[in-house]
């Protein structure tokens, strides 16, 4: 699939999450080891990005990885297997987005603050040795109830041994829940702001299109190091927003990261 970098802030921190069925990931699966129904790579690392979505601030927050090389499901058999190098894959996609207060930034005067939300989906998609595209699609829970999904593809090159470069565009959808809940202004959070903002009632489509790259270097067979960017430009009625027009319509990521790679069997 993706390398799948999904946002999640806790409270008015961040946390970073993807998951990468292995065949998007594991440049080199180690073919002497024996077959495990469940092999992932966990880890954790550090990411620089904006404080919320149309921030003109950055803070670090860390980040956890998991990534799915081989997965089990009783009655379906092998459905993930990090030996296959190409073909269709599945995966879960979820993603955290912590509270917004406006005491986050003085963009955000005057607006209420948006509870916590969790979001679960699937995403799906074809790889080859040197290419992948993806799409996957998230329900919201709580916080907003709206969907939200993502597209992208990749190329996938191996510059030298033991070195996955990924690179390609990304574009990423929403419902009008979502979109009225973090890019709209009602009349009076627009009277509270003192006039930093106006009122404003986004509608669904497109919020973002942009780039995303990734370097993976082999360590050992087990351990891992990732480093990854990415660029999002906010479009549509997202960067109408007023919200948007008083932080940044450009958001920029980087992170670095390690993970340790796990194999186990739980079904005779």
């Not at 998991?66 to 459905?79: A, D, K, M, R, T």
């Not at 190091?225 to 549509?236: A, S």
């Amino acid at each position: 699939m993706t390398t799948h970098f999904a946002r999640c802030l806790m409270g008015a921190t961040a946390l970073t999450a993807f998951i990468v069925p292995a065949q998007a990931q594991d440049a080199y699966p180690a073919a002497e080891k024996p077959v495990r129904q469940y092999v992932m790579d966990l880890g954790i690392g550090g990411m620089v990005q904006p404080r919320y979505e149309g921030a003109d601030s950055y803070l670090i927050y860390p980040f956890p990885i998991i990534s799915v090389s081989n997965f089990y499901f009783p009655g379906l058999g092998q459905i993930a297997d990090g030996k296959k190098r190409s073909g269709f894959f599945v995966y879960p996609s979820f993603n955290f987005i912590g509270e917004r207060k406006a005491s986050d930034s003085a963009d955000l005067t005057g607006t209420n603050t948006v509870n916590w939300a969790l979001e679960l989906g699937l995403g799906g998609g074809f790889r080859t040795d040197h290419f992948r595209a993806f799409a996957e699609l998230r329900q919201g829970i709580n916080g907003h109830h709206g969907q939200v999904g993502q597209l992208g593809a990749d190329a996938i090159f191996y510059p030298m041994d033991k070195v996955e470069w990924s690179i390609g565009p990304r574009t990423s959808f929403a419902t009008s829940d979502y979109m009225d809940t973090y890019f709209g202004v009602t009349a009076a959070e627009a009277a509270a702001s003192g006039g930093r903002l106006t009122a404003y009632n986004p509608s669904a489509g497109f919020k973002s299109v942009g780039l995303a790259t990734r370097v993976s270097y082999s360590v050992t067979d087990d351990v891992r190091l990732h480093l990854q960017g990415g660029y999002d430009r906010l479009v549509g009625d997202a960067a109408d927003s007023p919200i948007a027009k008083a932080g940044d319509k450009n958001q920029f990521s980087v992170g670095l990261g390690a993970t340790y790679r796990f194999s186990f069997d739980l079904f005779n």
